[in-house]
């Protein structure tokens, strides 16, 4: 999986702001330069696979292309073959989606939903299989390097957050989700303590995930142990277009 560009540059539990709310409005500043940036989520127009056995000539995919176009190369894994699938990604810093954001509503910051959890980690590279919005049904195996476990509202979670490039990033559902939030779930970045049996999850910080903003992402889904019984109100809700845009998602 490629980097989810959620601005995870977050204080760690051991280094809380003064002012945790005006540090939460920093980090939702900070989105929404990540989303509108030249290849922020808002900017990727198209997702090109290649044959197999084809990998992709960066140089002649950029001939002839504009200058607000970037161009990318990406690979994965093949569900059916298992072998490694090359593509090409190509960013509008002028896209549609980029020209007509207005905003991401958020809940207000809600201090009760900074939660405590003990971190358990797990040796080897033990993969759990997550659904992918795109796959039809089918699963992809991710790292899942410990168990996260928690009590929210008197019920025990075990939750498991994957590796995204040495960032320890949860995907988790609620009852919000395809009314308030984003439908397939959302995002959130795991800050780590120096206990090592210790995490803190700010779910102020949860985020809409790349796939709410373009569909030519493939973004992973919560498994059922990520999927809270509760509506967790707090984080990104959802994207917001001018002029009667409407995303494909």
Same mark, same amino acid.
């Given at each position: 999986m490629t980097r989810t560009?959620?601005?995870?540059?977050?204080?760690?539990?051991?280094?809380?702001?003064?002012?945790p709310a005006a540090a939460w409005e920093d980090w939702r500043a900070r989105r929404r330069r990540s989303v509108t940036s030249a290849?922020? *989520?808002?900017?990727?127009?198209?997702?090109?696979?290649?044959p197999a056995g084809e990998r992709p000539d960066l140089d002649a995919a950029r001939a002839g292309q504009p200058e607000h176009i970037t161009v990318t190369a990406l690979a994965r894994t093949d569900l059916v073959t298992g072998e490694p699938e090359h593509g090409l990604r190509f960013w509008d810093a002028q896209s549609p989606a980029i020209r007509h954001f207005e905003r991401i509503d958020a809940f207000p910051y809600d201090p009760a939903w900074v939660l405590e959890a003990s971190y358990h980690? @797990?040796?080897?590279?033990?993969?759990?299989?997550?659904?992918?919005?795109?796959? *039809?049904?089918?699963?992809?195996?991710? @790292?899942v390097p410990g168990d996260i476990a928690l009590t929210v509202d008197g019920r025990d979670y075990t939750l498991s957050a994957f590796d995204d490039?040495?960032?320890?990033?949860? @995907?988790f559902g609620d009852p919000t989700n395809g009314d308030t939030t984003y439908g397939a779930g959302r995002f959130l970045f795991v800050e780590r303590t120096a206990d090592p049996g210790r995490v803190r999850l700010d779910f102020n910080r949860a985020f809409v995930?790349?796939?709410?903003?373009?569909?030519?992402? *493939?973004?992973?889904?919560?498994?059922?142990q990520n999927r809270f019984h509760l509506p967790v109100e707090a984080g990104e809700q959802l994207p917001v277009f001018r002029d009667g845009f409407l995303a494909q998602h």
């Open positions: 560009s959620a601005t995870p540059d977050q204080p760690t539990a051991d280094q809380p702001t003064a002012d290849t922020g *989520n808002l900017a990727l127009v198209e997702t090109r696979w290649l980690p @797990v040796p080897g590279a033990r993969r759990v299989a997550f659904e992918h919005i795109r796959d *039809n049904g089918g699963t992809r195996d991710l @790292v490039d040495g960032t320890l990033l949860l @995907v995930p790349p796939c709410g903003f373009s569909d030519q992402y *493939n973004c992973p889904m919560p498994p059922r």
